[in-house]
């Protein structure tokens, strides 16, 4: 018989200290908890300060890289109440075009148009996709991704809301700490409060109705209402983005519905990790800024990238941010067995 | 008569392509009552159920349950009202610990309005309902992942979800079925205990035996038509049911 040994995880001693309210013991037990929460937070809201170090350039990035990580999250959300979407560009140009129309047309400020873009923008995409939250899967996922490619179509031909050429000399944000930390702050909440979310009896039923939606049913509870108030607070964070972005690109077009919003953020989430949120906004942290630095190479960033994909979806299926909090929170040791 | 009746189901059909899996099926529950509904595998008995739940929806018939027409409601609307049904094939959350398995049901609308919308003690109502169907809290079973119980106590959490709805009217589609000789045995007492509170049950069951001790009346299905109807003792010693099992002469 030969030997044969088998990898066995456990939770580290600190792990499981700190899961209670022993975890208020000693300084070193509270960082452990604390920093992995606290640290980004900090390095998000220090970054505007190395500006003279980074250079505007970055600052942009850093703005964009939020903006993609709230749609990303928005998906991610989505993805838990088992709606698969291939279409997050719907909710960022929704929330893009209500805001520019409203800023070209009735000349209003940005502190009102960002909201009610928000809002509206959420609101309508909701409406949109009521009829089809019964589909499931794949069905799901089509529908989603042909809904912007109809907008656009629509927008084009119709030459409503600027036609092809868009709405420009939208009103600019008035100063960089507004351009930066608005959206730093609405990635935080959106991140946080996402993970509470769904950690509450909410969540519950939102994860419930993702894994056994029958089950649910059987229980009483109209997973319809559910999934769309999901869809809701999901549209809510991508309509966000795209409410910021047209303020900030001072532009609304029809990139705004283009494929990009669409698969990005879904790369993202998966680099990153589906299903915790945290990951979605790790993923989007290296991608976008990745993609940004590999631009020097022209074309052949597509390639790097698309490869470097591929080698992360079969190797680290899980998602970055899975492999690194099991790391963090269990070692590993190999054990014999026969 | 209409007031002791609680289910009256009136000529069911239903046909999947070519193959009539329930054919003109009527019977109804009274209140209390505690109906057993038999038959050879194939019969039609789970579709019988998922008909009356609304989990499929027949080509004719009506379904009647408190004097209320439900045969085209959606699944939440009548386990809204009170119909509550297990799953023969266990339908759990699996990443979910056991107690939050409840949890779902607890949130629904039915149960707010039944238990006075408290919030916050979701989780202490779960485990209750948990230990009331036999999870040892000793042992700490309601915190264990339900990917981790052994199948007999998947079985009594769909049982435990029914109770956290407070049904009116139980169907229990083959309980015991994968159930051990003594986790049979301990989920006896616990639907005994349902019948003797009054609450009406319909229990589709392989296992004749614990099913002609509990119920009061049974229905017999045979190639998805009901063939005999009546008290236990009556239907055993049916012909037509005798048949319907070990197969008649004249059949083949």
């Not at chain 1, 529908?143 to 868009?166: A, N, S, Y």
């Not at chain 1, 080698?311 to 790391?327: A, C, M, S």
């Not at chain 2, 009552?33 to 038959?39: T, V």
């Amino acid at each position: 018989m030969t030997v044969r040994y088998r990898k066995e995880r456990l939770d580290r001693g600190i792990k499981a200290r700190s899961d209670d309210i022993f975890v208020l013991s000693s300084y070193r037990e509270m960082l452990y908890v604390l920093l992995p929460r606290v640290l980004p937070v900090l390095a998000l809201f220090i970054f505007l300060l190395l500006k003279p170090l980074v250079g505007l350039y970055w600052e942009k990035v850093v703005v964009l890289t939020c903006a993609i990580a709230l749609l990303a999250l928005s998906w991610d959300l989505m993805a838990s109440v088992g709606l698969v979407s291939l279409g997050q560009s719907l909710f960022f140009g929704a929330g893009a075009y209500l805001t520019g129309f409203l800023n070209s047309t009735f000349g209003w400020p940005y502190f009102l148009t960002i909201p009610v873009g928000t809002l509206g923008g959420a609101l309508f995409c909701t409406i949109l996709l009521l009829p089809v939250l019964r589909l499931r899967g794949i069905y799901f996922a089509i529908v989603t991704l042909t809904l912007p490619l109809l907008l656009t179509r629509f927008i084009e031909t119709t030459k409503i809301l600027g036609g092809g050429q868009g709405i420009s000399g939208i009103s600019a944000l008035p100063n960089t700490l507004v351009e930066f930390y608005v959206p730093a702050f609405a990635l935080l909440l959106c991140l946080f409060g996402f993970r509470r979310l769904i950690n509450e009896d909410y969540g519950v039923i939102l994860q419930g109705i993702r894994d056994n939606d029958l089950a649910v049913m059987s229980a009483a509870i109209n997973i319809y209402r559910f999934r769309a108030q999901a869809v809701f607070i999901a549209g809510t964070a991508g309509a966000f983005s795209g409410a910021f972005m047209t303020h900030y690109f001072q532009f609304v077009g029809m990139p705004a519905f283009a494929l990009d919003y669409s698969i990005l953020p879904l790369t993202c989430a998966v680099l990153g990790g589906v299903g915790t949120f945290a990951g979605s906004t790790l993923g989007a942290f290296i991608l976008v800024p990745l993609s940004e630095a590999l631009r020097a190479l022209g074309t052949l960033r597509v390639v790097f990238y698309s490869a470097m994909l591929i080698i992360f979806v079969v190797g680290l299926p899980e998602g970055i941010f899975h492999y690194i909090q099991r790391k963090y929170q269990q070692f590993e040791r190999l054990v014999e067995f026969d | 008569m209409e007031d002791n009746t609680i289910l009256r189901v009136e000529g069911l059909s239903k046909a999947f392509g070519g193959v009539v899996a329930v054919n003109k099926v009527s019977f109804h529950v009274k209140k209390g009552e505690l109906l057993g509904i038999i038959g050879p595998n194939g019969s039609g008995k789970s579709t019988l159920v998922n008909l009356v739940t609304g989990f499929v929806k027949p080509d004719s018939g009506k379904v009647i349950y408190r004097g209320l027409d439900i045969t085209r409601k959606m699944p939440y609307k009548i386990a809204e009202l009170g119909i509550s049904r297990t799953f023969q094939m266990v339908r759990p959350f699996y990443q979910l610990p056991a107690f939050k398995n409840l949890i779902i049901p607890l949130y629904s609308r039915r149960v707010k309005k039944l238990r006075g919308g408290k919030y916050g003690e979701r989780d202490d109502i779960a485990i209750d309902l948990l230990e009331e169907v036999g999870f040892e809290r000793d042992s700490f079973v309601p915190y264990k992942v339900a990917s981790s119980l052994p199948h007999g106590y998947l079985k009594r959490l769909e049982l435990a979800r029914c109770l956290a709805l407070k049904a009116d009217l139980l169907i229990l589609d083959e309980l015991f079925s994968g159930m051990s000789m003594s986790e049979v045995a301990s989920s006896l007492p616990i639907i005994e205990k349902l019948h003797e509170e009054g609450i009406s049950m319909i229990m589709v069951e392989h296992r004749l035996k614990e099913l002609f001790r509990l119920a009061n009346r049974v229905i017999t299905l045979n190639f998805g038509s009901k063939i005999a109807d009546g008290h236990p003792s009556e239907v055993m010693e049916s012909d037509a049911v005798k048949a319907a099992y070990l197969g008649s002469e004249d059949d083949d």
